[in-house]
């Protein structure tokens, strides 16, 4: 069929048409069915955000569910420093540059980046005065964060009023890169109650920056900063979650579009008992400086451990005000110092493991004279008594220097030094706590290995029996001793952690009960023998002469050994009073140590009133005693001195202080030489850093034209947006 060319040029385009209109069709449904997925993803990752959300910390509790670190909500302000940058540069032009010295391949060189600091003071600042939201802040450090870290937001306001906050969130629609955050940090809800064994958290001081970079907002992990905060750290943070938030074309976030939640961390429950605890830091409360333990002789499970002075972990919290912290580090009675975990000459508390070594070398049979002391070479070694004929169980009772010189001597300092080791002296225990000391246990090996020039010698063997000289050990390691005494001859490790839950109680892990050594089955002690030892402890309590006849409970036996070790600090007498032992002396359920400086008279009457208080308490706990009901208020710190302690009585004002009492007969008169490991925090806290000139917003002026138009444009952003 002929068409005449005017219906065949209609005809063709027809076909055309419908061709073209059929290859669109089909790219239409391509790319919404076919393809769709891939295009939303794009058109979301153009438009997402993605924020980091750090998960809530688990808690700490003590052996009874009793909470001792929770989390509360902390409203932070935040900067996100790249977003003002670029609304500057939008809204005003290209902003204020300025040079820093950093390193390219390995060379020095000046590279250009926006002066943050000037952006934030004419854009930022005039408008949260305007809202008097505005603080001071170090505007050098938030310069520095920005060429470190920028894609971390910078924290302008910590922990920020309510009031503050609702302002902001009322008033702050349109306010480029300023927002309020919810992050959860930590409360200690009794406050300085078991700080030396909780610790503090902090925020990381140099981030994961390859991690941070998967997200466009990172918010990084609280994060343990000493003792079970720091040692537990993994199993208390949990596993991060991620919101996902929509940007709109002008770059505003408008909310949350889905999000990956976060993991709660597991909760740690400790071996303490929090009403124990209490009880015991009250008590030691009586002295300026101090500590004491009380162990399970069974299992050895810390229940309690405190030290004085002390401090409020909540200071640290979400970080220290600089002046604060130097308030901290330069009290000289040093509160962050555990002195629990700390070592110290213990002086007469060291003959019960020398009469441990002593019955293994069978040198304890015979008795011993004591005229007042025993002479080695040109050095007479005093007694503080004349005790006449002594045995090995009146020395312990009377404390015996004269004794315990000779019967060591006898046994020789290798078996000193092997039960020593037995027992854990010289070692760390590995306790889960921030710098614990490992103390002294002199050999002649060791004295090689420090002083080369001195050579071991029958003096350093006496001194070295009665707890003096290079000797050092813990009031941790003391009470470990007593609690291997009132088991029969078990030594256990410290137990600090009972277990460790997820939040819907599923057990993670229950850290095991173990066991050091036996001085039975590797020392080859007998029971009787270690009876001895145990029977000279209790006379040292209950009997009349004893040296601890202030550590009496009534109603049961305690046993216990007395100790006061001289020290020398700037040229004042300084000394050490120690009381370790065990209670009920025949079925033992406590196992204590107490120690305390800055002593004017011996263990016997200050570090054992101190213990009586404590093994007194302790069994009024128990299910119907006295204190079964015991309401646990929260501590302030503990404040200390150097006052001279005469006496502790709890039954009047205490303590006695700058008296010039004698010491009583626990006292070592050998030569001190050792002086102390004292146990620090290892990891230093968030300080906040203090406002520098630039953030001092007393200073901003802000009368720019350039200025005044970013906020009439923010302003008529936000009345579009409304309409």
């Known amino acids: 069929m002929n068409y005449p060319p005017q219906s065949f040029r209609i005809l063709t385009l027809a076909i055309l048409f419908i061709l073209a209109f059929a290859y ?34 688990g808690e700490i509790l003590d052996r009874n569910g009793v909470k001792l670190v929770e989390n509360r909500a902390c409203f932070d302000v935040d900067f996100d420093l790249p977003h003002i940058v670029r609304s500057y540069r939008k809204e005003i032009g290209p902003p204020p540059m300025r040079t820093y010295r950093g390193i390219i391949r390995g060379m020095p060189k000046d590279i250009p980046v926006e002066d943050i600091e000037t952006i934030v003071e004419q854009t930022i600042i005039p408008r949260l005065k305007e809202l008097g939201i ?8 938030m310069q520095l964060h920005y060429q470190r870290q920028a894609q971390i937001p910078y924290t302008y306001i910590q922990n920020v009023s309510f009031d503050k906050m609702a302002l902001l969130l009322e008033r702050n629609l349109n306010l480029p890169g300023v927002s309020i955050e919810i992050r959860p940090i930590r409360f200690y809800p009794y406050g300085s109650l078991a700080a030396h064994i909780l610790g503090y958290t902090g925020t990381p001081n140099e981030p994961n920056l390859a991690e941070a970079r998967k997200y466009n907002y990172y918010q990084p992990d609280i994060e343990g900063r000493s003792n079970i905060e720091l040692f537990y750290n993994d199993v208390l943070k949990g596993k991060p979650g991620i919101s996902f938030r929509e940007r709109d074309v002008k770059g505003n976030i408008s909310g949350e579009v889905s999000r990956i939640p976060p993991k709660p961390g597991a909760n740690v429950y400790l071996t303490i008992d929090a009403r124990l605890q209490y009880l015991v830091e009250k ?23 405190a030290s004085v002075p002390s401090y409020d972990p909540n200071i640290f919290i979400p970080s220290i005000r600089a002046a604060d912290w130097i308030s901290l580090t330069n009290d000289k009675t040093d509160p962050l110092v ?22 293994r070398a069978n040198v304890t049979t015979r008795t011993y004279s004591c005229s007042g002391g025993v002479q080695y070479g040109n050095f007479f070694m005093k007694c503080h008594s004349t005790h006449g004929t002594v045995d090995l169980e009146r020395a312990i009772k009377v404390s015996c220097n004269s004794y315990f010189y000779q019967m060591g001597n ?32 002199p050999s002649k090996n060791w004295l090689a290995e420090n002083y080369p020039n001195h050579r071991w010698t029958s003096g350093y063997t006496a001194n070295t029996a009665i707890g003096q000289g290079f000797v050092l050990a813990s009031p941790l390691q003391m009470a470990i001793v007593a609690a291997t005494l009132a088991n029969g001859g078990t030594v256990f490790y410290p137990r600090l952690v009972d277990r460790i839950l997820e939040q819907d109680g599923s057990i993670v892990e229950i850290p095991p009960v173990k066991i050091r050594s036996n001085l039975i089955t590797q020392a080859g002690l007998t029971p009787a023998q270690i009876e001895k030892v145990r029977s000279g402890m209790r006379r040292v309590v ?3 002469g004893g040296t601890a006849s202030r550590a009496r409970v009534q109603g049961i036996e305690v046993a216990g050994k007395t100790g006061t070790a001289q020290f020398l600090r700037s ?116 300080i906040k850093p203090e406002a520098d000139s630039r953030g001092n917003i007393q200073n901003k002026k802000t009368s720019s034209n350039s200025i005044s138009r970013f906020f009439d444009l923010l302003r008529g952003r936000r009345q579009n947006h409304q309409q």
């Open 24 to 57: 669109l069709s089909f790219r239409l449904w391509h790319i919404t069915i076919i393809q769709g997925d891939e295009y939303s993803a794009k058109i979301r990752g153009r438009s997402q955000v993605t924020v980091r959300i750090p998960a809530v910390r």
């Open 571 to 686: 040229g004042i007498k300084d000394n050490r009073a120690w009381f370790m032992g065990f209670a009920p002396y025949d079925k033992p359920r406590f196992a204590f140590c107490v120690m305390v400086e800055g002593a004017g008279s011996g263990g016997g009457a200050i570090a054992a009133p101190i213990a009586g208080k404590i093994i007194d308490d302790a069994l009024k706990l128990d299910e119907g005693g006295s204190l079964a009901n015991l309401k646990i208020e929260p501590l302030p710190p503990a404040q200390g001195h150097f006052q001279t302690i005469a006496a502790v009585d709890f039954n009047r004002p205490i303590p006695t202080a700058l008296s010039s009492t004698q010491p009583e007969g626990d006292t070592a008169t050998g030569t001190p030489i050792a002086s102390a490991q004292q146990a620090r925090p290892i990891a230093a806290p968030n």
């Open 410 to 441: 006898n046994a020789g300092i290798d078996q000193i030094v092997f039960i020593g080791q037995l027992l854990g002296l010289g070692q760390r225990s590995g306790v889960p706590l921030s710098g614990e000391a490992a103390g002294i246990l």
């Open 338 to 359: 555990n002195r629990a975990i700390s070592s110290y000459a213990p002086g007469s508390t060291y003959k019960i493991p020398v009469a441990l070594a002593g019955l």
């Open 283 to 305: 008590a030691l409360r009586v002295v300026g400086r101090g500590a004491a333990v009380v162990l399970d002789p069974n299992n050895g499970n810390i229940l309690a451990m």
């Open 134 to 141: 505005a603080e001071n802040y170090n505007s050098a450090r």
């Open 542 to 544: 209950q009997e009349p």
